[in-house]
Nanobody, 120 residues
Framework: VQLQASGGGLVQPGGSLRLSCAAS????????MGWYRRAPGKQRELVAH???????NYAYSVKSRFTISRDNAKNAVYLQMNSLKPEDTAVYYC???????????????WGQGTQVTVSS
């Protein structure tokens, strides 16, 4: 199983970016999917998470600005980021708990990370 993230880049403050992450390989089902980020000199933190049923939760710092969504048919998760601030600058990682087979326990997988830089 692999997670491939894309969509990062350089954007001015107040701008928007959309991150995408697609899972591929032997996948029976995906339980939860989420996005984390690690800013320079800081620990990795949860940005947003979405369950298989569509329940979402967000870090306080991104509420009302970021929206997480998923497409179960495509095994994909997205993060729409609006009103970006310099403090959103970080490497963003997608994460998913994936069950490879019907009787398998979900395992935790990480994408390779995509850089988001918010600067004028």
């Amino acid at each position: 199983v692999q997670l491939q993230a894309s969509g990062g880049g350089l954007v001015q403050p107040g701008g928007s970016l959309r991150l995408s992450c697609a899972a591929s390989g032997s996948i029976f089902g995906i339980v939860g999917m989420g996005w984390y980020r690690r800013a320079p000199g800081k620990q990795r933190e949860l940005v947003a998470h979405i369950t298989g049923g569509g329940t979402t939760n967000y870090a306080y710092s991104v509420k009302s600005r970021f929206t997480i969504s998923r497409d179960n048919a495509k095994n994909a998760v997205y993060l729409q980021m609006n009103s970006l601030k310099p403090e959103d600058t970080a490497v963003y990682y997608c994460n998913a708990y994936i069950r490879a087979g019907e009787d398998d326990v979900p395992l935790n997988y990480w994408g390779q990370g995509t850089q988001v830089t918010v600067s004028s």
